[in-house]
C-alpha cells in the first residue's frame, strides 16, 4: 500500500462534534497534508489517492487530550513506555496527552524534559511533559522552573504527593506567575491518608480496610485555594475526588481566583461501594469515594465547575495488583477506556449531552496546558477519533493495548467504541487491526 | 450441609444456617465431654491450618476440632518472613492444592486475602480471621455462648466494649448479633470508632449502659500498636472502658460477660474480676466461649466436609 494515500482521507455522512460551539451536525470532512482542509454538508473528490471512511452512524470529535498520564519512562519501562502508553492512547483515541513527572529519575531537569519529548516524537501521539514543582518531588527545593519552561515543560506538578510545606506551596505559586505555567497540584495530607487504602466511610469499616478522610482532599484543597488568592497564581487540582473539592473549586471560581480542576473517569464511574469485591484495580489514589461524592462530581461536570476528565493513567505490574489489598500499589490504567467510561457514566447513564462531554475531553484540557488539541475546525492541525457510541462491549483485561493490565473496568459493560484514530492527518488507529 | 461452600464473612450465613451449626455443636459438646472424644466422621479428609499470622487459640482450636472428627489436620506454618507479598500467597496456595486436601482453614492479616483465596481455589475454605474484616468461627462461638444461658436472642442488649476500629472479632460479631434480633451497641472514644458509624449505638462510658445490657462484650486493647498514640492512657481507659468488680457488681442479675482472649488484665478487664485459676463469678464466660469453640468448629468441619 503506497503511504502517500493516507496523506489524504475523506470522512462522509458522519455526526460531527463541535465542542467549542457545543453542537453536533452532519457533515463531511476532508484531510489533506495533515490540515483539515475542508468540512461541508458534502464533500466530493474524484481521486483514486484518497481514503475513504465511511462514517454513517459514526461519531467524529477532535482528537481526545488526556492531561494526567503516567508513561513510567524512564525507569519504570517495564510498566509502560512512552512507545507503549501512545499505543494505548491512540487505541483510545488520544491524540495529545500530558506526562507526569514522578519517573525515575523524577523529570525536573531540563535534559530529561528533552528526553520525553524526543521520546515521543514519532510515536502518533503528541506528548507533553510535566515537570517536577520541587526537586526530586521531594518538597524542599523548587525547580528551576524557567529552564524548565524554555525545555518544553508545559506545566508543573509534585503528582502524587502534595508539597506538605505551606510557605514554600507559596513561593512557587509567586514564581510560577513569571512563566505563565499552570501548576497541577495533587491534593493530600499525608497524616490522613499514611495507612489509608480505601475512602473512610460505611464500606471501610464494613470491609475492615483503613479509610482516607475527605479531610485529607479538602484541607489542602482549601490551602491551595487561599495561597492561590494571595499569590495570583494560576492553579489546577487534579484528581478531584469528594463533593467538598466540588463545593470550594466552584465558590473559588466565582470569587475570581485562577483556578480550574479535572476529575477522572473511575472517579465518575464508580463509588466505593464497588470495594466490596476487594478488587485491587479499584486502589487508587485519591480513593473512590461515595455515592454522594459521585453525585457532586457529576453535577460537577454538568454545571461547568469541573473543565476536564482525565485517565490518571497509572500502570503496574501484576505483581503489584495480584496481591493482598493492604500490600497492592495505587492506581489504574485509563487511556483505553477514558471515552468509553466518560460517555457511558455521562451521557449514557446521567443523559448529559455528548458536546460538553468531548469538550472536557478535548479542548477543555487543551486551554489548561496551552497547547493545541481537542478543536475541529478548517486549517486546524488534523487529529480526530472516530467513535462508534452505540457500540457496547465488555472491557477484557486481554484487550489493552498498554503494557500493564491493571484497568479498574475489567468486566464493566461500557459504550463507546474507537474505529479509527487520525493523528497529524495520519490514520494511527483502526478498530480489528493491531 | 451450609448454603455457599465456604464461610468467608457472617453475611454468607443465612438464619438456617446458623440455627443447624447450633444444634450440630450439641451433639459434638456431649462427644468432648465423653471419656473417649474422638468419632470417625471425617475420616480420611485432609484439613489445613494455613495462618499467616500468629495465633494459638484459634488455630488450637481447629485443630481439636478436625481431630476429634477424626480428619487429618496439617499445620502448615507460614513464616511471615518469606511471605511479604501476596503472589507468595498465590504460590503457597497452589502448593496446597497440589496435595489434594479437602478443606482450608486461613488467617492472614490483611483484610480481603481470605477472600483471594477462596476465588481461586475449589476447596472450601474457612476464614479464620481477615485483617479487621471478619471473624466468622469467632462470632458463631459467640452466640453459641450467649445461646447456653438465654433462651431466646431476640430483644437482648449487646455493648461491645472498646477497640471495634481495628477489631474483626467486633465486625463479625455485630452483624451476626443484629441477624438474631439482638440489640447491639457499641462503647468506645472517638479514636477507636470509625469515622462513619452511622449504623450503630455508641456511648462513650461503660457507665452509660452497665445497668441495662444482657451482654457485655469486651474487646481487646492493644496499646503497644504503632497507631494507637491518639489514646491518651491506662488510666484514661481503666476510668471509662474497663470492667472491674464495682461495675460488675451494677450488671443486670443473669447478665454475662465476655472476651474472644487473651485479656489484656489491668485494662480491659481487672485481675480480680478474672480471679486466679478461674474467676470468682459465674457470669464472666471466657472459659465456656474457648470449650464451646471446638463444638462449634467440629459442627463447621461437619457441616461442610460432612
Known amino acids: ?322 496481591t493482598t489489598f493492604k500490600l497492592a500499589e495505587f492506581g489504574t490504567i485509563g487511556l483505553e477506556t477514558l471515552l468509553a467510561a466518560s460517555y457511558t457514566i455521562l451521557c449514557r447513564n446521567k443523559k448529559q449531552g455528548f458536546e460538553k462531554v468531548a469538550r472536557l475531553l478535548g479542548s477543555g484540557p487543551a486551554e489548561i496546558v496551552g497547547i493545541d488539541g481537542g478543536i475541529i475546525r478548517k486549517g486546524m492541525r488534523a487529529d480526530i477519533a472516530v467513535a462508534d457510541l452505540e457500540a457496547g462491549y465488555t472491557v477484557k483485561k486481554e484487550d489493552f493495548r498498554s503494557r500493564s493490565k491493571n484497568s479498574a473496568f475489567i468486566g464493566q459493560k461500557l459504550y463507546g467504541k474507537i474505529i479509527y484514530t487520525i493523528s497529524n492527518g495520519k490514520i494511527v488507529y483502526e478498530s480489528g487491526l493491531n | 450441609m451450609l448454603n455457599k461452600k465456604s464461610i468467608l464473612r457472617i453475611d454468607d450465613l443465612t438464619l438456617d444456617d446458623v440455627a443447624k451449626v447450633m444444634e450440630t455443636a450439641d451433639s459434638f459438646t456431649s462427644i468432648s465431654k465423653r471419656e473417649i472424644k474422638k468419632v470417625p466422621t471425617l475420616r480420611g479428609k485432609t484439613v489445613v491450618n494455613l495462618f499467616f499470622e500468629p495465633s494459638t487459640r484459634t488455630k488450637t482450636s481447629f485443630e481439636v476440632a478436625a481431630k476429634r472428627l477424626s480428619a487429618d489436620m496439617i499445620n502448615f506454618a507460614a513464616s511471615s518472613s518469606s511471605l511479604k507479598k501476596g503472589e507468595s500467597i498465590m504460590d503457597t496456595l497452589r502448593t496446597i492444592l497440589a496435595m489434594q486436601v479437602n478443606l482450608i482453614v486461613i488467617r492472614h492479616s490483611d483484610s480481603g486475602t481470605v477472600k483471594m483465596v477462596d476465588d481461586n481455589t475449589p476447596v472450601p475454605v474457612i476464614n479464620a480471621g481477615d485483617g479487621k474484616h471478619q471473624h466468622p468461627t469467632q462470632a458463631l462461638l459467640d452466640l453459641y455462648a450467649i445461646r447456653s444461658r438465654f433462651e431466646k436472642f431476640e430483644g437482648l442488649r449487646v455493648a461491645f466494649v472498646g477497640d471495634f476500629l481495628d477489631s474483626r472479632v467486633a465486625r463479625s460479631g455485630t452483624r451476626l448479633f443484629e441477624k438474631m434480633g439482638m440489640d447491639v451497641s457499641l462503647v468506645a472514644p472517638s479514636m477507636l470508632i470509625p469515622e462513619d458509624h452511622s449504623d450503630l449505638n455508641v456511648y462513650s462510658s461503660i457507665d452509660d449502659v452497665i445497668e441495662d445490657i444482657d451482654v457485655l462484650y469486651m474487646l481487646r486493647m492493644q496499646f503497644e500498636r504503632q497507631d494507637r498514640k491518639f489514646y491518651p492512657s491506662v488510666r484514661e481507659y481503666n476510668r471509662f472502658l474497663s470492667l472491674d468488680s464495682k461495675r460488675l457488681a451494677r450488671m443486670k442479675k443473669n447478665s454475662i460477660v465476655m472476651h474472644p482472649g487473651p485479656v489484656n488484665r489491668g485494662i480491659e478487664i481487672s485481675d480480680e474480676v478474672m480471679g486466679d485459676r478461674e474467676s470468682p463469678y459465674d457470669n464472666i464466660l471466657i472459659e465456656e466461649q474457648v470449650t464451646g469453640g471446638v463444638a462449634v468448629r467440629m459442627a463447621l468441619l461437619y457441616l461442610i466436609l460432612g
Do not use: W
Open chain 1, 1 to 322: 500500500m503506497d503511504s502517500n494515500m493516507y496523506n489524504k482521507i475523506l470522512i462522509k455522512n458522519g455526526s460531527i462534534v463541535d465542542a467549542q460551539k457545543g453542537n453536533i451536525y452532519r457533515g463531511d470532512l476532508y484531510i489533506k497534508d495533515g490540515i483539515i482542509e475542508d468540512i461541508k454538508d458534502v464533500i466530493e473528490i474524484d481521486n483514486k489517492d484518497i481514503t475513504i471512511i465511511d462514517a454513517g452512524g459514526l461519531t467524529i470529535m477532535a482528537g481526545l487530550v488526556d492531561m494526567h498520564v503516567h508513561l513510567r519512562d524512564p525507569g519504570l519501562e517495564d510498566r509502560e513506555t512512552i512507545e507503549s502508553g501512545a499505543r494505548a492512547a491512540l487505541a483510545g483515541g488520544i491524540t495529545s496527552m500530558v506526562c507526569m513527572p514522578n519517573t525515575s529519575p523524577v523529570l525536573d531537569s531540563p535534559s530529561l524534559i528533552k528526553y520525553v519529548i524526543d521520546r515521543g516524537k514519532n510515536t502518533g501521539c503528541s506528548i507533553y511533559p510535566v515537570a517536577a514543582m520541587t526537586a526530586g518531588l521531594e518538597g524542599k527545593n523548587i525547580t528551576g522552573m524557567g529552564l524548565l519552561s524554555e525545555a518544553g515543560a508545559i506545566g508543573f506538578s509534585d503528582d502524587g504527593k502534595a508539597v506538605a510545606d505551606s510557605k514554600l506551596m507559596f513561593e512557587i505559586m509567586r514564581y510560577s506567575k513569571q512563566f505563565g505555567k499552570p501548576l497541577i497540584l495533587h491534593e493530600e495530607v499525608r497524616s490522613f491518608s499514611e495507612h489509608g487504602l480505601m475512602h473512610e466511610g460505611k464500606y471501610s469499616t464494613k470491609l475492615g480496610l483503613e479509610g482516607i478522610s475527605r479531610l485529607s482532599d479538602d484541607l489542602m484543597i482549601g490551602r491551595d485555594i487561599v495561597l492561590a488568592g494571595v499569590s495570583g497564581a494560576r492553579i489546577h487540582i487534579t484528581h478531584i475526588s469528594t463533593s467538598g473539592a466540588v463545593e470550594m473549586i466552584r465558590k473559588a471560581k466565582t470569587d475570581g481566583i485562577d483556578i480550574t480542576c479535572d476529575v477522572t473517569a473511575h472517579h465518575l464511574f464508580f463509588n466505593d461501594s464497588h470495594l466490596e469485591s476487594f478488587d485491587t484495580n479499584l486502589k487508587v489514589k485519591p480513593p473512590i469515594r461515595d455515592v454522594r461524592d459521585q453525585k457532586a462530581l457529576i453535577e460537577g461536570v454538568a454545571d461547568g465547575t469541573i473543565d476536564a476528565i482525565v485517565s490518571d493513567h497509572a500502570p503496574h505490574l501484576d505483581t503489584g495488583k495480584n
